[in-house]
């Protein structure tokens, strides 16, 4: 059975022009009075979360542990005119980017949420490895005590269309 993660097309269907202006709008925040020419996303997946920084000024790399996400990502980019070198890559073992320094290093999607407590200090190691002197480390992370404690089973996002069929995404 396949990996829902190898499903690019599923994790791209709530991205639009929208979402897209306020992750860039979010990184022009992130970045303001900071001196960040290059970033390196070690969980980029389809890119959705910083593509959008190239935009303003930032060299961006990223690596997936999925060559699908990848796949979507390569195309986004391409789409958009965007120069981003990728590469397929566990974030627990970043050898491929060893040599490299990077202004920030990020990981996004919140998928440090999904390292085992044995691998975080080796990843988290890694990642520090490939940031620059006075770069930065950045992080997307769900709050994850606020989710149990509303114990919300079900997150509603607005429906939308692709073509002429309706899509309801709910979230478990």
Not at 20 to 28: F, T
Not at 52 to 78: N, Q, Y
Not at 147 to 155: A, C, H, S, V
């Amino acid at each position: 059975m396949a990996s829902l993660y190898d499903s690019a097309d599923i994790y791209d269907l709530i991205e639009n022009q929208e979402r897209y202006d306020a992750y860039k709008e979010h990184w022009k925040s992130v970045l303001e009075n900071k001196n960040i020419k290059s970033m390196l996303d070690v969980s980029i997946g389809t890119g959705s979360v910083t593509l959008p920084i190239t935009e303003l000024g930032v060299s961006l790399s990223g690596s997936d542990l999925s060559e699908t996400m990848l796949d979507r990502c390569r195309k986004k980019a391409s789409d958009r005119d965007m120069s981003v070198e990728l590469k397929n890559s566990d974030f627990r073992d970043l050898k491929c980017w060893h040599g490299n320094k990077y202004d920030m290093v990020a990981s996004t999607g919140n998928s440090l949420a999904y390292v085992s407590n044995e691998d975080v200090l080796k990843t988290l190691e890694q990642m520090d490895a490939l940031v620059s002197d006075k770069g930065y480390l950045y992080f997307d992370l769900r709050n994850w005590d606020k989710i149990l404690k509303e114990r919300n089973r079900f997150l509603l996002y607005n429906p939308f269309f692709v073509d002429d069929t309706r899509v309801n995404l709910v979230q478990v």
